[in-house]
Protein backbone atom coordinates (compact mmCIF):
# COMPACT_ATOMS: atom_id res chain seq x y z
CA UNK A 1 0.00 0.00 0.00
CA UNK A 2 0.71 3.34 -0.68
CA UNK A 3 -0.28 6.55 1.52
CA UNK A 4 -0.18 9.97 0.00
CA UNK A 5 -0.14 13.07 1.47
CA UNK A 6 -0.93 16.51 0.00
CA UNK A 7 0.10 20.32 1.74
CA UNK A 8 0.53 23.14 0.55
CA UNK A 9 -2.83 24.58 0.33
CA UNK A 10 -4.30 27.61 1.83
CA UNK A 11 -5.88 30.94 0.48
CA UNK A 12 -3.33 33.36 -1.94
CA UNK A 13 -4.68 36.05 -4.38
CA UNK A 14 -4.94 36.36 -7.63
CA UNK A 15 -1.85 36.13 -9.79
CA UNK A 16 0.19 34.74 -6.63
CA UNK A 17 1.91 31.87 -7.33
CA UNK A 18 1.96 28.63 -5.21
CA UNK A 19 3.42 25.55 -4.83
CA UNK A 20 1.34 22.01 -3.87
CA UNK A 21 3.59 18.79 -2.24
CA UNK A 22 3.03 15.54 -2.00
CA UNK A 23 4.66 13.07 -0.01
CA UNK A 24 4.15 9.47 -0.67
CA UNK A 25 4.94 6.47 2.40
CA UNK A 26 5.02 3.04 2.32
CA UNK A 27 5.53 0.73 -0.31
CA UNK A 28 6.37 3.43 -3.47
CA UNK A 29 8.55 1.24 -5.32
CA UNK A 30 5.04 -0.09 -6.89
CA UNK A 31 4.10 3.81 -8.36
CA UNK A 32 4.99 4.14 -11.52
CA UNK A 33 3.02 7.24 -12.39
CA UNK A 34 1.56 10.19 -10.26
CA UNK A 35 -0.77 12.74 -11.02
CA UNK A 36 -2.65 16.00 -9.61
CA UNK A 37 -6.33 16.10 -9.94
CA UNK A 38 -8.31 18.98 -8.59
CA UNK A 39 -12.40 19.31 -8.06
CA UNK A 40 -13.96 22.54 -7.55
CA UNK A 41 -17.22 23.32 -5.55
CA UNK A 42 -19.90 21.67 -7.42
CA UNK A 43 -17.71 20.38 -10.16
CA UNK A 44 -16.71 17.04 -11.36
CA UNK A 45 -13.24 16.18 -10.22
CA UNK A 46 -10.62 17.71 -13.29
CA UNK A 47 -7.24 16.30 -14.25
CA UNK A 48 -4.13 18.61 -13.75
CA UNK A 49 -0.88 16.92 -14.87
CA UNK A 50 0.72 13.67 -14.53
CA UNK A 51 4.47 12.44 -14.35
CA UNK A 52 6.21 9.15 -14.73
CA UNK A 53 8.23 8.59 -11.65
CA UNK A 54 11.64 8.57 -13.65
CA UNK A 55 10.62 11.94 -14.93
CA UNK A 56 10.40 11.33 -18.71
CA UNK A 57 7.07 12.08 -19.80
CA UNK A 58 5.25 15.39 -17.25
CA UNK A 59 2.06 15.67 -19.26
CA UNK A 60 -0.69 18.20 -18.96
CA UNK A 61 -3.69 18.93 -20.87
CA UNK A 62 -4.41 21.80 -23.18
CA UNK A 63 -5.97 24.20 -20.63
CA UNK A 64 -3.21 23.49 -17.99
CA UNK A 65 -0.44 24.14 -20.00
CA UNK A 66 1.88 27.04 -19.21
CA UNK A 67 0.76 28.05 -15.59
CA UNK A 68 1.28 24.83 -13.95
CA UNK A 69 4.48 22.84 -13.47
CA UNK A 70 4.41 18.46 -11.99
CA UNK A 71 7.42 17.41 -10.75
CA UNK A 72 9.36 14.84 -8.58
CA UNK A 73 12.02 14.01 -6.23
CA UNK A 74 12.50 10.27 -6.02
CA UNK A 75 15.10 10.46 -3.63
CA UNK A 76 12.56 12.53 -1.13
CA UNK A 77 9.37 10.91 -2.21
CA UNK A 78 7.63 13.58 -3.16
CA UNK A 79 6.31 15.05 -5.97
CA UNK A 80 4.88 18.96 -6.44
CA UNK A 81 3.08 20.80 -8.65
CA UNK A 82 3.78 24.54 -9.01
CA UNK A 83 0.82 27.20 -10.58
CA UNK A 84 1.47 30.68 -11.61
CA UNK A 85 -0.93 33.43 -12.49
CA UNK A 86 -3.50 31.77 -9.77
CA UNK A 87 -7.38 32.39 -11.07
CA UNK A 88 -10.66 32.66 -8.61
CA UNK A 89 -11.15 29.79 -11.09
CA UNK A 90 -8.49 27.46 -9.49
CA UNK A 91 -9.97 27.75 -6.25
CA UNK A 92 -10.50 24.12 -5.85
CA UNK A 93 -9.25 20.92 -3.59
CA UNK A 94 -6.16 19.31 -4.71
CA UNK A 95 -5.43 15.87 -4.72
CA UNK A 96 -2.27 13.93 -5.80
CA UNK A 97 -2.91 10.37 -6.94
CA UNK A 98 -0.32 7.02 -7.61
CA UNK A 99 -0.71 4.72 -10.22
CA UNK A 100 1.30 0.93 -10.08
CA UNK A 101 0.69 1.47 -14.00
CA UNK A 102 2.26 3.44 -17.22
CA UNK A 103 -0.78 5.47 -18.78
CA UNK A 104 1.79 7.44 -20.68
CA UNK A 105 0.22 10.84 -20.02
CA UNK A 106 -2.62 11.26 -22.65
CA UNK A 107 -4.24 7.96 -21.05
CA UNK A 108 -3.92 8.63 -17.71
CA UNK A 109 -7.68 9.15 -16.32
CA UNK A 110 -9.10 9.48 -12.62
CA UNK A 111 -9.56 5.40 -12.91
CA UNK A 112 -5.64 5.00 -13.68
CA UNK A 113 -4.63 5.76 -10.69
CA UNK A 114 -5.38 3.56 -7.30
CA UNK A 115 -4.24 5.39 -4.70
CA UNK A 116 -5.18 8.90 -3.74
CA UNK A 117 -4.61 11.94 -0.94
CA UNK A 118 -7.23 13.33 1.32
CA UNK A 119 -6.60 16.70 -0.59
CA UNK A 120 -5.42 20.22 -0.07
CA UNK A 121 -7.96 22.90 -0.95
CA UNK A 122 -6.71 25.99 -2.81
CA UNK A 123 -8.66 29.46 -2.29
CA UNK A 124 -8.09 32.15 -4.81
CA UNK A 125 -9.75 35.50 -3.81
CA UNK A 126 -9.46 38.39 -6.29
Known amino acids: QVQLTESGGGLVTTGDSLRLSCSLR????????MSWFRQAPGKQREFVAA????????YYTDAMKGRFSISRDKDNHTMSLHIVGLKSEDTAVYYC???????????????????WGQGTQVTVSS
Open 51 to 58: IDWSGTWP
Open 26 to 33: GDTSTVYA
Open 97 to 115: AGSVGDCQGYLCTSHSFQF
